[in-house]
T-cell receptor
Framework: DAGVIQSPRHEVTEMGQEVTLRCKPISGHNSLFWYRQTMMRGLELLIYFNNNVPIDDSGMPEDRFSAKMPNASFSTLKIQPSEPRDSAVYFC????????????FGPGTRLTVL | AQSVTQPDIHITVSEGASLELRCNYSYGATPYLFWYVQSPGQGLQLLLKYFSGDTLVQGIKGFEAEFKRSQSSFNLRKPSVHWSDAAEYFCAVVEQAGTALIFGKGTTLSVSS
């Protein structure tokens, strides 16, 4: 299996621009998680889906952030408009069943907003 | 509020020496417990997990962890550290099945020769 795939691996954009991060979970996994990692705040859960349905989005920082999971093999995290404080590494993770919570992480997308 | 504490931000250990990374959690019941490792520029990889049963669990790369209910702890250990173990280590908990992981702030391990 290729593991969790994230794209792009690096993104540099200017403040105010729209940013879309993409994730392909491991085939057969039905739970998907988006995390943000910064030096100041550590690893934060933004949102997670189970069977393509958002379960908890309480970690999404504000309305500028949105996430979708149109099918079992694809999810996006969008920031519009982006701000410099959104600069971070964004990880996607998936698990076979939410109940087990053994998550497999992608390599992350390093986002820099200038 | 639910929380996971990793008291040590940074630890340096000599190669070949033993290692113990501390993790404490604040929950009333026994949570599900995990240790993940993150190498520089990489995503997180699961080292080991505890759900129930034997309180000493074995993981990959020679790591083990012991769950101590009386101390609300789940410390990670390795008898002999290798230079390739230098990474950041995260403890995580789930209060009950069906909810998301809560991660500690992480401990950075440096290995000196």
């Amino acid at each position: 299996d290729a593991g969790v795939i994230q794209s792009p691996r690096h993104e540099v954009t200017e403040m105010g621009q729209e940013v879309t991060l993409r994730c392909k979970p491991i085939s057969g996994h039905n739970s998907l998680f988006w995390y943000r990692q910064t030096m100041m705040r550590g690893l934060e859960l933004l949102i997670y889906f189970n069977n393509n349905v958002p379960i908890d989005d309480s970690g999404m920082p504000e309305d500028r952030f949105s996430a979708k999971m149109p099918n079992a093999s694809f999810s996006t995290l969008k920031i519009q408009p982006s701000e410099p404080r959104d600069s971070a590494v964004y990880f996607c993770a998936s698990s076979f069943r939410l109940a087990y919570n053994e998550q497999f992480f992608g390599p992350g997308t390093r986002l820099t907003v200038l | 509020a639910q929380s996971v504490t990793q008291p040590d931000i940074h630890i340096t250990v000599s190669e070949g020496a033993s290692l113990e990374l501390r993790c404490n959690y604040s929950y009333g019941a026994t949570p599900y417990l995990f240790w993940y490792v993150q190498s520089p520029g990489q995503g997180l990889q699961l080292l080991l997990k505890y759900f129930s049963g034997d309180t000493l669990v074995q993981g990959i790369k020679g790591f083990e962890a012991e769950f101590k209910r009386s101390q609300s702890s789940f410390n990670l250990r390795k008898p002999s550290v290798h230079w390739s173990d230098a990474a950041e280590y995260f403890c995580a908990v789930v209060e009950q099945a069906g909810t998301a992981l809560i991660f500690g702030k992480g401990t950075t391990l440096s290995v000196s020769s």
